[in-house]
């Protein structure tokens, strides 16, 4: 950072003087010429007359774009120019005259070295210091600058820089990475961030993130330097290869799961449905002309099979929602809804129910599991109602960003809050039979429907008054 730059008629003047000084001075014309001569870090002083304010403003901050040291002005010009250059971020203001200008480039020198010395030490402590690997290359694919971070991949830093750094790269990453290179010298790009594979000395790679940068702007080729840093992330790809993995394995075996319960669920029902109906004739022929005792196992009998049938019904109807759906689509639940209630008509005219619905929005899901929803969460809101007061259910949704929250509330029971995740696992009853029927798996099918169309389902209740479903699906 030794060189001069002398820029205007003034300067003009006081080249040959500086020169036989002994300075290294360099004398442009017009703008194009300042910024081209000034992107180099040799260059540490700019000497122009005060009146090109505008123009050294941009040279200057096309210096600094390009990560460069702050270039030193000297304006030249009288004190009217002076002060107006001075505002303007001129380091120094001096009229023409060659021994003040003499002490200005002295001044400006000594304080680009306590400048530069001072950048020195605050990057090779910054160097020393960080656990990320820190370096600088030249265009012929070089390093020049490495920080002691590098020792982890086990090589000497004579051993990094005796070989281009595309040596160090993993075979198919070095296409990739010459991509990468090509952008950050030919383009406009500021910072590029990617991720390849480095070879350590023992032979295996580890998983770096880069985030590089160049100055390919730089005047002199040889002043063109990549600048990139980079962290290990071996144990995070490990970790997502893992998760990857695992994720894999779950989906497999969901399916697996639910293709048994399918099938299981299904190839058990003709043998349930032959059993229940001989136990059925068993108890219609001879009901009364045995002991009470064995007409009391007939009734069991009879019970449980018909309980089995109802779970093994269930269980299937769990198993289709993923098996059997079919591609959601924007539907109307205003309309299915509706429909619902015309289903439920004889149960909520036994209960004396009454259920009011509000306009509902149009929804993107698939409209027969929309309606296994509203008739599971509608017909528990009746079936749990309290003894001392007919069942009232509400139902309703608001537009929220990008999907719509419905509710369904009744004046019920109400649930324990100790219970808020328990009631949607599967087989999990609050109460026994004799209270109220059911296999323990309406409200795992409902959570299962909510869930495969990226929504969320959750429940409010106080013992004793009610409870409120709350769910959300896309529109």
């Excluded at 306590?114 to 402590?125: K, Q």
């Excluded at 010298?185 to 480095?198: G, H, K, P, Q, V």
């Excluded at 309406?442 to 009610?466: C, F, N, Q």
């Amino acid at each position: 950072m030794t060189r001069i730059i002398t820029w205007g008629a003034h300067a003009a003047r006081l080249a040959e003087p500086l020169r036989a000084a002994g300075r290294d001075v360099t004398g442009v014309e017009g703008r194009v010429a300042a910024e081209s001569a000034a992107l180099t870090d040799e260059v540490g002083v700019l000497l122009a007359d005060a009146a090109l304010t505008a123009e050294v403003a941009a040279v200057r901050a096309a210096r600094a774009d390009q990560g460069l040291p702050a270039l030193r002005w000297i304006a030249l010009g009288d004190e009217v120019e002076a002060e107006v250059a001075l505002a303007a971020g001129a380091d120094w203001a001096v009229p023409p005259w060659p021994r003040l200008v003499a002490r200005a480039v002295t001044s400006a020198f000594d304080a680009v070295r306590r400048e530069r010395d001072l950048m020195g030490t605050h990057r090779d402590t910054f160097f020393a210091l960080s656990l990320d690997m820190f370096c600088i290359a030249d265009f012929q694919g070089y390093f020049k600058h490495l920080n002691p971070a590098w020792s982890a991949l086990g090589w000497s830093f004579e051993e990094l820089q005796a070989k281009p750094f595309l040596d160090f790269v993993h075979p198919e990453d070095v296409q990739p990475t010459l991509d990468i290179m090509g952008k950050l010298t030919t383009s406009d790009f500021a910072t590029i961030s990617f991720e390849n594979r480095y070879r350590c000395k023992d032979g295996t790679y580890r998983w770096l993130l880069w985030s590089s940068r160049t100055n390919h702007g730089a005047a002199r080729p040889e002043d063109r330097f990549y600048f990139a840093v980079a962290r290990d992330i071996t144990e995070r790809k490990a970790r997502e290869a893992e998760l990857r993995l695992q994720t894999e394995r779950l989906a497999r075996s969901n399916a697996e799961l639910e293709q048994f319960a399918h099938i299981a669920s299904h190839d058990l029902q003709e043998p349930l449905r032959m059993v229940g109906s001989y136990v059925r004739l068993l108890e219609k022929r001879y009901r009364g002309q045995l002991d009470d005792q064995a007409d009391k196992y007939i009734h069991f009998a009879a019970d449980g099979a018909q309980r089995m049938q109802a779970l093994i019904s269930d269980l299937l109807a769990f198993a289709r929602v993923g098996a059997e759906a079919s591609t959601p689509a924007v539907v109307e639940a205003d309309e299915i809804c509706r429909r619902v209630l015309d289903d439920l008509g004889a149960t909520l005219m036994e209960s004396a129910a009454r259920v009011t619905a509000e306009q509902l929005p149009s929804v993107r899901v698939d409209p027969a599991q929309l309606r296994q929803v509203f008739l599971n969460l509608i017909g528990n809101a009746v079936k749990f109602h309290r003894a001392e007061a007919p069942p009232r259910v509400h139902v309703a949704a608001i537009l929220e960003a990008g999907h719509a929250h419905f509710t369904v509330a009744d004046n019920g029971i109400g649930i324990d809050a100790q219970n808020y995740q328990r009631i949607f696992e599967l087989f999990q009853r609050l109460h026994g039979r004799t209270e109220y029927p059911g296999t323990g798996l309406g409200l795992a099918i409902v959570k299962k429907i909510v869930e495969r169309h990226r929504g969320r389902i959750w429940v409010d209740s106080t013992p004793g008054e009610g409870t409120t479903f709350h769910f959300t699906l896309p529109v």
